[in-house]
């Protein structure tokens, strides 16, 4: 029975063990006989399946985007609570303010209703909240 390493490769069952190698090197756990027949180091920055992953990683292959953080779901609750605000004290422009914060945060979500159409939608909806959020500060200056 053969394992799987952290890289989604098999691993052999006497890769598991420590063995002697020429010259008295000592191979670990998980460590790969290079194509020249030397050892080609264990599994860390310097070994070429990390360098491989790192290399997929950089080309955006397997690395998948959130899409809302921590950051942006306490603003979304505090974008809400100014929108609450502005309602009771029935204030415009906090309510414009408030409004566009909200749409702006959530263009990335309505993006994905139309995978085909996700930039234009992303787009469209974060120039129409920025123009919203325009709109609130010059109303509260006129």
């Given at each position: 029975m053969a ?10 069952d006497?890769?598991?063990?420590l063995?002697?190698e020429?010259?008295?090197h ?7 006989r ?6 080609s180091?264990?599994?860390?920055f ?15 292959q ?6 809302r953080?921590?950051?942006?779901s306490?603003g ?8 609450c605000?502005?309602?009771?004290a ?7 303010l408030?409004?566009s ?9 309505l ?7 996700s930039a234009?939608?992303q787009?469209?909806v ?11 500060i010059?109303m509260?200056?006129v």
């Amino acid at each position: 029975m053969a394992a799987v390493d952290r890289f989604g490769r098999e691993i052999d069952d006497d890769q598991f063990n420590l063995t002697f190698e020429n010259g008295g090197h000592v191979r670990m756990l998980g460590e790969r006989r290079g194509a020249s027949g030397g050892v080609s180091g264990s599994e860390s920055f310097h070994s070429p399946y990390f360098r491989e992953a790192m290399a997929e990683l950089r080309a955006g292959q397997s690395a998948v985007k959130p899409v809302r953080t921590r950051g942006l779901s306490a603003g979304l609750v505090i974008a809400a609570v100014v929108f609450c605000y502005g309602l009771l004290a029935m204030d415009i422009p906090v309510i414009y303010l408030a409004f566009s914060f909200i749409i702006y945060a959530f263009a990335p979500t309505l993006g994905k209703l139309s995978p085909a159409h996700s930039a234009a939608i992303q787009q469209a909806v974060r120039t129409f909240s920025v123009t919203t959020f325009v709109g609130a500060i010059v109303m509260a200056m006129v």
